[in-house]
């Protein structure tokens, strides 16, 4: 025989019950959200770090294609498997490439892998080899480099 009253049990099992259904509820929001997050801030970071050629501050003539903004633009991200092929925007605004990514981590799962590829036969060059003097630390690692920070505003933010 309880020493409870069968009512008041019952209210404690439900109040507990609500509860962990919340808990539940706002960790698993967590978990998922968190990451894409990150991963929002992460890649909006490098696509903003990415210079825009600006052929007034080179050594030598540009290439006849030659188009400012292609690096910035040529941004792609992708979930499961990295890009495979260059794009060709029509708006090589900033905004427009970081609303493109933002568009493929919305859809992503839990567990996926989310990739931000730039294929651009330069782009690696820009990183790795002081060829630009906009970017002259690259635009990735100095991006990574600021992860921490990023990891915790994204924390806060799925948080709120």
């Not at 009253?5 to 404690?12: D, T």
């Not at 003539?61 to 495979?84: E, F, I, M, R």
């Amino acid at each position: 025989m309880s020493l409870l009253n069968p009512p008041l049990e019952r209210m404690f099992f439900m109040t507990f019950t609500a509860d962990l259904k919340r808990f539940t509820n706002k960790a698993t929001a967590f978990i998922v959200e968190t990451p894409k997050e990150v991963a929002i801030e992460l890649f909006s970071e490098i696509i903003r770090e990415t210079p825009i050629g600006d052929p007034s501050l080179w050594k030598s003539k540009p290439p006849a294609d030659y188009v400012p903004g292609n690096l910035q633009s040529n941004w792609q991200c992708t979930l499961g498997t990295p890009a495979s092929g260059m794009w060709s925007f029509e708006d090589k605004s900033v905004e427009a490439t970081i609303s493109a990514m933002k568009s493929v981590i919305k859809d992503s799962v839990p567990d996926q892998a989310i990739f931000l590829t730039n294929l651009l036969p330069y782009a690696q060059r820009i990183e790795y080899g002081a060829h630009s003097s906009q970017a002259p630390q690259g635009m990735v690692r100095i991006s990574i480099a600021k992860f921490d920070q990023m990891f915790n505003k994204a924390k806060s933010k799925v948080a709120a």
